[in-house]
T-cell receptor, first 114, second 114 residues
Framework: GDSVTQMEGPVTLSEEAFLTINCTYT??????LFWYVQYPGEGLQLLLK?????DKGSNKGFEATYRKETTSFHLEKGSVQVSDSAVYFC?????????????FGQGTELSVKP | NAGVTQTPKFQVLKTGQSMTLQCAQD?????MYWYRQDPGMGLRLIYY???????DKGEVPNGYNVSRLNKREFSLRLESAAPSQTSVYFC?????????????FGSGTRLTVV
């Protein structure tokens, strides 16, 4: 079945460092790909998405490009801030999948130090 | 505009007790979901309802039942709670129009079974 694999955390960075969180997927159809962010004590919020190959999703300085040839959707940010400390989830949804279910990776915890 | 509302936010149960987690959305979404979040395992789908009047099993349905009471409400019931059901539970709703996915998550219910 469809699945998502993320790099393990926790990831600890200094403020203004470059961030990459790797995400790869396995899917039989043509999925849409997402990054969600969860701040402490809160639910998940959509960070960005891409719905077809070579699309780039971007939001709040974060970017991710849908790479069908490498089945990847890595999250990047050029300069992280303390406020970016959170858990990040990569997810996919197969548009042919009835009900539009999301399949999540295990999450990567990011901690940014001043 | 409340989005997705879950109650209760916290609950402690004794093994064998039953309870119902409530979820309501006010966005007129067709699809609703229940996920559980466990450390290192991301979010796993318990049950979902693609539309009013339908429900289907997700990845980890054992020990749970659901009811799609109407378009707004989707409840999750634990008939006989077990310590393995200690988790954080998230309700979500979505609308899928072509490739425009709109998922909204509730803030979660933290359940402890002792």
């Amino acid at each position: 079945g469809d699945s998502v694999t993320q790099m393990e955390g926790p990831v600890t960075l200094s403020e203004e460092a470059f961030l990459t969180i790797n995400c790869t997927y396995t899917a039989t159809g043509y999925p849409s790909l997402f990054w969600y962010v969860q701040y402490p004590g809160e639910g998940l919020q959509l960070l960005l998405k891409a719905t077809k190959a070579d699309d780039k999703g971007s939001n709040k300085g974060f970017e991710a490009t849908y790479r069908k040839e490498t089945t990847s959707f890595h999250l990047e940010k050029g300069s992280v801030q303390v406020s970016d400390s959170a858990v990040y989830f990569c997810a996919l949804s197969d548009r042919d999948n009835q009900g539009g279910k999301l399949i999540f990776g295990q999450g990567t915890e990011l901690s940014v130090k001043p | 505009n409340a989005g997705v509302t879950q109650t209760p936010k916290f609950q402690v149960l004794k093994t064998g007790q039953s309870m119902t987690l409530q979820c309501a959305q006010d966005m007129n979404h067709n699809s609703m979901y229940w996920y559980r979040q466990d450390p290192g395992m991301g979010l796993r789908l318990i049950y979902y309802s693609a539309s009013e009047g339908t429900t289907d099993k997700g990845e980890v349905p054992n020990g749970y039942n659901v009811s799609r009471l109407n378009k707004r409400e989707f409840s999750l019931r634990l008939e006989s709670a077990a310590p393995s059901q200690t988790s954080v539970y998230f309700c979500a709703s979505s609308v899928v129009v072509r490739t425009n996915y709109g998922y909204t998550f509730g803030s979660g219910t933290r359940l402890t079974v002792v």
